[in-house]
């Protein structure tokens, strides 16, 4: 896993992020890639959770996550969902080496999350391409 | 590998404490704890067994300050060192760009400590690292057991054994007391930055 992102990059994915995610309400947005390291993370500046922890945590679990799904015959498992009684969190992977982590409130709808998240990545997944 | 912001100024590089079973990889990263706490914000993040074993990894970061105007965040990681948990070492160093091998000085531990070093040789080629070019430390750990007559493999041992073909920095240390811990983690620290440095504009 090798990446580089230049500035212009990383903003457009902020935008993408802020726009998208965090404009519908969500509370937080972390943007990590596979090894732990935090490239993107928002926040609406109400919760302070320790998001470098978090970061090495979801990626070691997404990991761990994946080793399971080659057990069972399947590549990988692109989505996983933790719900809790206030906060949920919710994981995506994006291309090979970066994870989409999307902190919650019961009070969005994970349809309507889902369908902001697919969108936001497919235009994620087009800036690094770039 | 490393992570440069170069829109945020920030550097993260990841360190990973690599080693035997009960060889004091956890310990380490709890002196270095205790003795930082002014610097580091979080608590350490520890997937145990209930045991009180290493199941998953111990987690910590810790701010450098600045290098050529970049934060650098270093993000220490143990593995756990029971045989039977490979995948996870193997998943624990995905990304890493440094490692500090500790080493079980107890003279009944030799053959854990090579099989252990040779099991990093082979994690580190499935993610296309070799150990002979990683920044890497090792460390003679244990050694304040020689004051309660544990025999313990002498240091020419040791390097002969662990170090005749890498040849790279060493330390005899005690996690438990202290001693050469924060040496260790400061050449780590040093030799990762290096190779990440010519990377900073």
């Known amino acids: ?19 998208d ?5 969500v509370h937080c947005v972390i943007f990590i890639d596979m090894a732990g ?24 679990n997404f990991g761990a996550v994946s080793a399971m799904a080659q057990m069972i015959g399947e590549e990988d ?23 989409l982590i999307i902190i919650f409130g019961h009070e969005i709808s994970l349809g309507l999350l889902r369908l902001k998240v697919a969108e936001s990545i497919e235009k994620i997944e087009k800036i690094l391409k770039s | 590998m490393s992570f440069i912001n170069f829109k945020k100024k920030e550097v993260q590089v990841k360190v990973v404490y690599y080693g035997p079973g009960r060889g004091g990889k956890t310990t380490n990263l709890e002196y270095i704890y205790s003795n930082f706490k002014d610097r580091i914000k979080t608590e350490i993040v520890a997937i145990k067994t209930q045991g009180d074993r290493t199941l998953f990894f111990d987690f910590l970061p ?30 624990v160093l995905r990304g890493v ?3 500090v091998f500790v080493a079980d000085s107890m003279e009944a531990r ?30 003679y750990n244990k050694r304040d057991l020689a004051e309660q007559d544990i025999p313990l493999l002498s240091v020419e041992t040791l390097e002969k054994g662990l170090n005749s073909k890498l040849k790279v920095p060493f330390f005899e240390a005690s996690a438990v007391v202290g001693t050469n811990v924060v040496h260790t983690l400061k050449k780590i620290i040093s030799m990762t930055m ?3 440095e010519n990377q900073l504009k």
């Open chain 2, 194 to 196: 290096a190779s990440v």
């Open chain 2, 110 to 139: 030799r053959q854990q400590n090579l099989q252990s070093l040779k099991n990093l040789q082979e994690n580190l080629a499935i993610h296309k690292k070799s150990i002979f070019k990683i920044p890497l430390v090792l460390q």
């Open chain 1, 21 to 25: 995610l965090m404009g519908m309400g």
């Open chain 2, 97 to 99: 760009d440094g490692v």
């Open chain 1, 77 to 99: 498992f692109s989505l996983l969902f933790h719900k809790g009684e206030k906060e949920s969190i919710h994981f995506s992977k994006v291309l090979a080496d970066f994870l």
């Open chain 1, 37 to 60: 390291n935090i490239v993107v993370n928002l926040d609406d500046g109400a919760i302070k959770h320790d998001v470098y922890s978090l970061a090495a945590l979801a990626a070691g």
């Open chain 1, 1 to 19: 896993m090798d990446y580089n992102l230049g500035h212009e990059q990383l903003t457009e994915i902020e935008e993408v992020l802020q726009e």
């Open chain 2, 62 to 91: 810790f701010d450098m300050g600045k290098i050529k105007g970049y934060d650098v965040k270093v993000q220490l990681y143990t593995v756990p060192g029971q045989v039977k948990y490979d995948a996870t070492r193997e998943l």
